[in-house]
Nanobody, 114 residues
């Protein structure tokens, strides 16, 4: 299983970023995908999930600002992040659970600062 997140960077408060995650090594189409983040000194936090039928769920902290989507042909999952705040600064990871085991790929750093 490989999950490779990309698209992070430095953005000013109020700005936007789109994260991408390329997945391989498992049957992507049928699995729920998610995005997590981990800020320095904090626990990893679940942000959003999208099922195989594209049902989505969001943490309250990002609801109405972040949008998760997926492309089953390209085996990719995306996180559109708008109205970014300094407290969104973290390393962002995509996630899949397979047979009760969690997989996170290498994350991508998002820094929100002026």
């Amino acid at each position: 299983v490989q999950l490779q997140a990309s698209g992070g960077g430095l953005v000013q408060p109020g700005g936007s970023l789109r994260l991408s995650c390329a997945a391989s090594g498992f049957f992507f189409t049928i699995n729920t995908m998610g995005w997590y983040r981990q800020a320095p000194g904090k626990q990893r936090e679940l942000l959003a999930t999208i099922t195989s039928s594209r049902t989505t769920n969001y943490a309250d902290s990002v609801k109405d600002r972040f949008t998760i989507s997926r492309d089953n042909v390209k085996k990719m999952v995306f996180l559109q992040m708008n109205s970014l705040k300094p407290e969104d600064t973290a390393v962002y990871y995509c996630h899949v659970a397979l047979r009760s085991r969690d997989y996170w790929g290498r994350g991508t750093l998002v820094t929100v600062s002026s």
